[in-house]
């Protein structure tokens, strides 16, 4: 059974950093893309950062220069790291990836439960 487990958030002061992790569970699971959404409080959600599987990688300008969305292959984990964060960044945030279970079909996508991230001094 395949699930995706968020962690690293918490309570951060502004100009602080974060690192979040996705951890994928599976046996043979491949990762053909992955991104992080956020939902603020006043509950819009929004495409932060996405990856391909290539390596190609796309940020919403508000966090574009801060924001860095990777991959560690061996271990199947995301990461998204944040850097000089600002109040606005708050939010939960939510790993969102492509995986495929199998080889040669087509990829799923799966979310993660979210994670709370707040700036504030």
């Known amino acids: 059974q395949v699930q995706l487990v968020e962690s690293g958030g918490g309570l951060v002061q502004p100009g602080g950093s974060l690192r979040l992790s996705c951890a994928v569970s599976g046996r043979s699971v491949q990762i053909a893309g992955e991104a992080w959404h956020r939902q603020g409080p006043g509950g819009r959600r929004e495409l932060v950062a996405a990856r391909t599987s290539g390596g190609a990688t796309r940020y919403a300008p508000s966090v574009e220069g801060r924001f860095t969305i990777s991959r560690d292959s061996s271990t199947n984990t995301i990461f998204l790291q944040m850097d000089n964060l600002k109040p606005e960044d708050s939010g939960v945030y939510y790993c969102?990836?492509?995986?495929?279970?199998?080889?040669?079909?087509?990829?799923?996508?799966?979310w993660g439960q979210g994670t709370q991230v707040t700036v504030s001094s």
């Open positions: 969102n990836a492509q995986l495929r279970l199998r080889a040669f079909t087509p990829a799923n996508e799966y």
